[in-house]
């Protein structure tokens, strides 16, 4: 079956490291995006792409960058993890033209 | 500018009683507006949707939502509390974005405490 992974499902860091977050789909679905949760915000969009070497910038996304290569992958970088970077990671993808998004399972990423 | 408010950031209920989560949303377009589910320490879990098509919206478990465009309103309705359904709800409009693309803008989220 098809479907949407992320890895690591747990991360912890230091202040100051490189972190990179795996997504992974197998939908084939164009769009592919990244969102952080944290209390009292909801789900905040980071960054999102709608197509292989299409990336944009979201609502949050200072200290993150992404790249996408190919369709099915689209991971997301911490380039100097700070605590304010502590959250719960989530990637999701859409068909192109769809108004539906899927969501993956979640990361947790603790910054010490 | 689009946006989702959900009024009630907790909502406590008794076990048998009915569920009222409610969700206003602005838009400038006709939107199609999604309920989410979060049980602790999981992941997202489509509950329902509504894209123009007959209202209310029946979904998984029980649950239900009316989308009242006069109101700006799709809240989300269940007649008898369960346990399990003891989580965080997520209200969310997708909205046109660029080049046949849409968006999600997530409410700030409603959690449902069951009481026995």
């Known amino acids: 079956d098809a479907e949407i992974t992320q890895s690591p499902r747990h991360k912890i860091t230091e202040t100051g490291r490189q972190v990179t977050l795996a997504c992974h789909q197998t939908?084939?679905?164009?769009?592919m995006f990244w969102y952080r949760q944290d209390l009292g915000h909801g789900l905040r969009l980071i960054h999102y792409?709608?197509?292989?070497?299409?990336?944009n910038k979201g609502e949050v996304s200072d200290g993150y960058s992404v790249s996408r290569s190919n369709t099915e992958d689209l991971p997301l970088t911490l380039e100097s993890a700070a605590s304010s970077q502590t959250s719960v990671y989530f990637c999701?993808?859409?068909?192109?033209?769809?108004?539906?998004?899927?969501f993956g399972p979640g990361t947790r990423l603790t910054v010490l | 500018a689009q946006s989702v408010t959900q009024l009630d950031s907790h909502v406590s209920v008794s076990e048998g009683t009915p569920v009222l989560l409610r969700c206003n949303y602005s838009?400038?377009?006709?939107?199609?507006l999604f309920w989410y589910v979060q049980h602790p320490n999981k992941g997202l879990q489509l509950l329902l949707k509504?894209?123009?098509?007959?209202?209310p919206v029946k979904g998984i478990n029980g649950f239900e939502a009316e989308f009242k465009k006069s109101e700006t309103s799709f809240h989300l309705t269940k007649p008898s509390a369960h346990m399990s359904d003891a989580a965080e709800y997520f209200c969310?409009?997708?909205?046109?974005?660029?080049?046949?693309?849409?968006?999600?803008?997530f409410g700030t989220g409603t959690r449902l405490k069951v009481l026995a």
């Open positions: 999701a993808s859409s068909e192109l033209g769809s108004n539906e998004q899927f």
């Open positions: 939908w084939n679905h164009n769009n």
């Open positions: 792409s709608y197509g292989v070497q299409d990336t």
């Open positions: 838009s400038s377009y006709s939107p199609s």
């Open positions: 509504y894209t123009s098509a007959a209202t």
């Open positions: 969310v409009v997708s909205v046109p974005f660029t080049s046949g693309t849409y968006k999600y803008i």
